[in-house]
Nanobody
Framework: VQLQASGGGLVQAGGSLRLSCAASGRTLSSHVVGWFRQAPGKAREFVAAIKWSGDSTYYADSVKGRFTISKDNAKNMVYLQMNSLKPADTAVYYC?????????????????WGQGTLVTVSS
């Protein structure tokens, strides 16, 4: 699976961004696609995930109510709509495909990663 994340940028606190993740190479029908983020000097952390078949979604407490993950099966795309952004949301955001049965909030559950897109939220 090849993944390409895009949509990052510079935004003021309170603003919005939508990240996109384009998947190619194989079917995702039985997989989970997740978004993670990594701020400078910090560990990579779970943000949100969605099951490719069905509509189950999962969110980190820190983004619940502000971020929405969605998908377009026909286009093999996953999106992360980020609203009410805070400076603490500043990080490189990665999309990934889970190919294990490990807890989906753990980075080690995911074997395929995109290149990351930088989100910077200014105060």
């Amino acid at each position: 699976v090849q993944l390409q994340a895009s949509g990052g940028g510079l935004v003021q606190a309170g603003g919005s961004l939508r990240l996109s993740c384009a998947a190619s190479g194989r079917t995702l029908s039985s997989h989970v696609v997740g978004w993670f983020r990594q701020a400078p000097g910090k560990a990579r952390e779970f943000v949100a995930a969605i099951k490719w078949s069905g509509d189950s979604t999962y969110y980190a407490d820190s983004v619940k109510g502000r971020f929405t993950i969605s998908k377009d099966n026909a286009k093999n795309m996953v999106y992360l709509q980020m609203n009410s952004l805070k400076p603490a949301d500043t990080a490189v955001y990665y999309c990934a495909v889970r190919n294990t049965v490990v807890d989906l909030t753990s980075p080690i559950a995911y074997g395929y990663w995109g290149q990351g897109t930088l989100v910077t939220v200014s105060s």
